[in-house]
């Protein structure tokens, strides 16, 4: 339904920062929740952070104090701030969009974000 492609991720190092950005292409990205998520190898997926269209946010509970999700609606584009980075936030990232009210998510392919000294 959406087309999402994130970037941003890479190699940093602990306590560093990092921003990812996703972009969306539709004619609607005012009508979804976006997303992150990660997923660490041999790890279960997590929630990171959502956003709505009018910017109510929600971060689990390893982002909060340390992450910030936001949007911007006339660049149909969502991005992850990433503060005092440690290691294991290594994972891959992964965006989302879910259209509020059908149960249905977009997601990305994901980029990688690595936290090493």
């Known amino acids: 339904q959406v087309q999402l492609v994130e970037s941003g991720g890479g190699l940093v190092q602990p306590g560093g920062s990092l921003t990812l950005s996703c972009a969306a292409s539709t004619s609607s990205f005012s009508s979804y929740v976006m997303g992150w998520y990660r997923q660490a190898p041999g790890k279960q997926r997590e929630l990171v952070a959502t956003?709505?269209?009018?910017?109510?946010?929600n971060y689990g509970d390893s982002a909060k104090g340390r992450f910030a999700i936001s949007r911007d609606n006339a660049k149909n584009t969502v991005y992850q701030q990433m503060n005092s980075l440690k290691p294991e936030d290594t994972a891959v990232y992964y965006c989302?969009?879910?259209?509020?009210?059908?149960?249905?998510?977009?997601w990305g392919q994901g980029t990688q974000v690595t936290v090493s000294s």
């Open positions: 989302t969009a879910s259209r509020v009210g059908l149960g249905l998510t977009s």
């Open positions: 956003i709505t269209s009018g910017g109510s946010t």
